[in-house]
């Protein structure tokens, strides 16, 4: 999964001045550790993957195209890698829409004020997703914080059901994400040249409007980075998955691991990975070309 | 000779890898890895098991908890270097891991303490050094009448207030085997388990990932009554979180919990003393005392306190009030009923 984001570095990168070959620039072999270590501790494992997948039976004795017949003409397969990727574009619809407003208010922000926010959306990175989860267990239970104050102002009669079901999962989710939304929306924030949005208010724009027609396209390279980010995170983040979601709300990663783990069925469970790598990079693609695309139109 | 910086900056390498890699120089000396269990059985190996071995064998233990199934998973992974020593099973994993010849036959005849475990405990690929009892975990403070039947989760009285778990655990199969024999059903017939699980959705508040999240949910009070094992509550219940156990007339489930030694193990030695520690009546005596009231399986060891209490003042009430099921019939039935699992228990 990690090869995703690595990409959606690409459009935020400078170009290359023409002219200028990349060896005359960089000493490729510079890259040659990493590329051992990508080929050692990625390539191949993933090969190996593959390879599994490629098992017809569970005891894995000959090869066929049997389990990813299994998964690709079972319509409840099909509904768990919809659920999954549904999950990601609603954690990451949420982030966003969470996450803007903040970068927006962490770029204005004034020195000091700017470091101690930064320090706030950080923080939840230096804390284990497993106790930023159990915190949500506890705000979303029965007798949690929303729950009881819910109960104390008298919206409510009984306490509301909140963990274990979708909303509240997707919510635990853009919390324990939103960083991976922020911090590339502020990098891309800081760069837009506030002259910009000046000449904008004295060509009598407002501010909604400059925020649509100048910040908002100039800062798309992070809005896309941020979303890929969040998306990629949220799609496969087990650990929340499971203790918000429960155990009957299934995932691709949960059901992955059940057939991995609990059943033995290692050629299934490969080819479910394999089929959820080749949804995820589609959908970043889908997204790349998206942002792309919508970033031509606002510079034309 | 003079020192040429490629040479130094070689030899500097070399010393720091050694050091970062000490098996590479020592391979025989590596700690004995134990894959116990997360959450009550670690701490109370870690109290009470490791403290025992280190004095019958001089030797070292690193405590690695995880989930039975994960520990076959990783041992598959690397049979011929196995990254774990002995191994701790629920039933239906211990058959899998048998299967598929990752164990050692149990040095039966070397053992000091094997004979002295209750027959069922005496199993020759792996002895069971305790047993796992589920049976019904309410919370005291909203479920008054205290349970006495699994019948009782489907009382309309407890709509939205059941939880239980998903088919991935031993908890979780074997509280729908024996709903469905409730219902006229087996191990190997649990139409009637899925029938019921079926009429209980109104009642059910969470289906778990697994036993640990389940018990967590006590303590948040988002469920009071549901199926449970003796031993996951107890951490809470020292912990002060208001939740006790109920044997329902039906029976409790007991599980055989084995350990076994890995085939391949370098340390093959200390795997077995390791082992006898944990069937000595000394380490089993200790472990049935509170906190850990972990069911003891050698008869030299006489029950006592809370296990006696609520459980069993020996080990053929105990073998009377328990179902044993059926493992064997189950494993073979178990990946259909996951599958189904998924598809209808929708909450």
Same mark, same amino acid.
């Given at each position: ?78 509904? &768990? ?22 970068? !927006?208010? !962490? ?13 706030? &959306? ?57 960083? !991976?939304? &922020? ?12 002259? !910009?949005?000046?000449?904008?208010a004295a060509l009598g724009a407002g501010a909604w409007r400059t925020f649509l027609r100048v910040t908002l396209p100039l800062c798309l390279p992070g809005i896309v980075a941020g979303c890929l980010l969040t998306f990629a995170a949220a799609i496969t983040a087990f650990i929340t998955q499971s203790l918000i979601g429960g155990g009957q709300m299934l995932f691709m990663p949960m059901y992955l691991y059940q057939q991995a783990s609990s059943l033995n069925n290692w050629p299934f469970a490969a080819a479910i990975a394999i089929v959820f790598l080749v949804a995820v990079l589609a959908c970043v693609a889908l997204l790349n070309l ?11 | ?130 047993f796992q009892i589920v049976g019904l975990t309410y919370n005291p403070e909203k479920v008054k009448t205290p349970p006495t039947s699994w019948a009782d989760l489907w009382k309309p009285e407890y709509r939205g207030r059941v939880g239980i778990t998903n088919l991935n655990s031993t908890l979780g199969t074997g509280f729908l085997v024996e709903i469905a024999r409730m219902h006229g059903g087996s191990e190997t017939d649990v139409e009637p388990g899925f029938k019921a699980l079926e009429a209980l959705k109104p009642n059910l508040a969470a289906v778990a990932a697994n036993p640990g999240a389940l018990a967590a949910l006590y303590q ?128």
């Amino acid at each position: 999964m990690s090869a995703g984001p690595a990409t959606a570095a690409g459009p935020v990168a400078a170009p290359l001045r023409p002219g200028r070959t990349w060896t005359a620039a960089y000493d490729i072999r510079l890259a040659l550790p990493l590329g051992a270590f990508f080929l050692v501790f990625f390539l191949a494992p993933l090969a190996l993957l593959v390879l599994v997948s490629f098992y017809a039976d569970p005891a894995m004795t000959r090869f066929g195209l049997d389990q990813y017949a299994r998964f690709l003409l079972d319509p409840f397969s099909l509904r &768990v890698l919809g659920a999954t990727l549904w999950l990601g574009v609603e954690v990451t619809a949420l982030t966003l829409l969470l996450g803007l407003p903040l970068a !927006l208010l !962490l770029t204005w922000a004034p020195g000091r004020l700017r470091g101690l926010l930064t320090l706030i &959306v950080l923080l939840p990175l230096l804390t284990s997703v497993v106790v930023r989860t159990f915190a949500w267990i506890v705000i979303l239970g029965r007798q949690g914080i929303v729950n009881a104050a819910l109960l104390g102002l008298g919206l409510t009669d009984a306490p509301l059901k909140l963990l274990y079901t979708e909303g509240g999962l997707v919510l635990a989710l853009a919390q324990v994400q939103l960083p !991976l939304m &922020v911090l590339p929306l502020v990098t891309a924030l800081s760069r837009i040249d506030p002259n !910009l949005a000046d000449a904008s208010a004295a060509l009598g724009a407002g501010a909604w409007r400059t925020f649509l027609r100048v910040t908002l396209p100039l800062c798309l390279p992070g809005i896309v980075a941020g979303c890929l980010l969040t998306f990629a995170a949220a799609i496969t983040a087990f650990i929340t998955q499971s203790l918000i979601g429960g155990g009957q709300m299934l995932f691709m990663p949960m059901y992955l691991y059940q057939q991995a783990s609990s059943l033995n069925n290692w050629p299934f469970a490969a080819a479910i990975a394999i089929v959820f790598l080749v949804a995820v990079l589609a959908c970043v693609a889908l997204l790349n070309l998206a942002g792309r695309l919508s970033g031509g139109r606002a510079r034309a | 000779m003079p020192l040429h910086r490629r040479s130094l900056l070689a030899g500097a390498l070399t010393l720091g890898a050694a050091q970062a890699f000490p098996g590479l120089s020592r391979a025989q000396a590596r700690k004995l890895v134990f894959a116990t269990f997360t959450g009550s059985w670690e701490e109370a190996h870690r109290a009470v098991l490791v403290p025992a071995f280190r004095k019958n064998s001089g030797g070292d233990v690193i405590l690695d908890p995880m989930l039975s199934v994960d520990q076959i998973a990783k041992v598959q992974a690397a049979r011929a270097n196995p990254p774990i020593d002995v191994m701790l099973h629920d039933p239906g994993p211990a058959l899998t891991a048998i299967a598929q010849d990752l164990v050692e036959p149990y040095p039966v005849a070397q053992s000091a303490h094997y004979g002295d475990l209750i027959a069922d405990a005496q199993e020759p690929m792996g002895p069971a050094p305790f047993f796992q009892i589920v049976g019904l975990t309410y919370n005291p403070e909203k479920v008054k009448t205290p349970p006495t039947s699994w019948a009782d989760l489907w009382k309309p009285e407890y709509r939205g207030r059941v939880g239980i778990t998903n088919l991935n655990s031993t908890l979780g199969t074997g509280f729908l085997v024996e709903i469905a024999r409730m219902h006229g059903g087996s191990e190997t017939d649990v139409e009637p388990g899925f029938k019921a699980l079926e009429a209980l959705k109104p009642n059910l508040a969470a289906v778990a990932a697994n036993p640990g999240a389940l018990a967590a949910l006590y303590q948040q009070e988002q469920v009071d009554i549901g199926p449970g094992n003796f031993n996951a509550i107890q951490i809470l219940k020292a912990r002060g979180v208001p939740v006790e156990f109920a044997a329902p007339k039906e029976g409790i489930i007991a599980f055989k919990t084995t350990i076994h030694i890995v085939k391949n193990t370098p340390s093959k030695e200390l795997a077995f003393r390791l082992i006898e520690a944990a069937l000595s009546p000394e380490v089993q005596a200790k472990l049935m005392q509170s906190p850990y009231l972990i069911v003891p399986t050698n008869r030299k060891v006489a029950m006592e306190g809370e296990v006696a209490k609520v459980l069993a003042r020996d080990a053929d009430e105990l073998k009377r009030k328990s179902v044993f099921q059926d493992w064997a019939a189950i494993n073979r039935g178990r990946p259909a009923w996951i599958e189904r699992f998924n598809r209808e228990i929708r909450v």
